[in-house]
């Protein structure tokens, strides 16, 4: 687990990266949502902040290139067609470059990667 990468990919899908007071229950500093001490056996798994996981996998690419299936429309970012060039160097679906980043680690770098140098250009223009 990359706890900054995981942190800002949390955050950009629009879910709190809770940070809790000690006792025996815990209260979120920004959210306010109380999780139980039992809960911090499977503290990965209860939030779904880790993208070093094929459920964090799952949510991350829901989110870059979601579709609603109920109301039959993409939701996905504005940005996504532009990170897929970028590994996509010779035009096909399923390009080598593409296909390496079918795992979570790799994806989730490759997304923080690209946001990240995306903001660096668009603060630097």
Known sequence: MNEERDKFLTKLIGNCWHEFINGQSSHCKYCNRIIRMIDF???????????????????????CCGYEYEIEQKIGQDW??????????????MDLNFMDLIYPDRFADSIYKYLKERDNKLCKD
Request: hydrophobic residues 40%; charged residues 20%.
């Open 41 to 63: 056996k499977c503290y990965e798994n209860f939030i779904d902040n880790n993208f070093s996981t094929w459920k964090g996998f799952g949510n991350l690419w829901e989110f």
């Open 80 to 93: 996504w067609m532009d990170f897929l060039k970028q590994h996509q160097p010779f035009g096909y679906f």
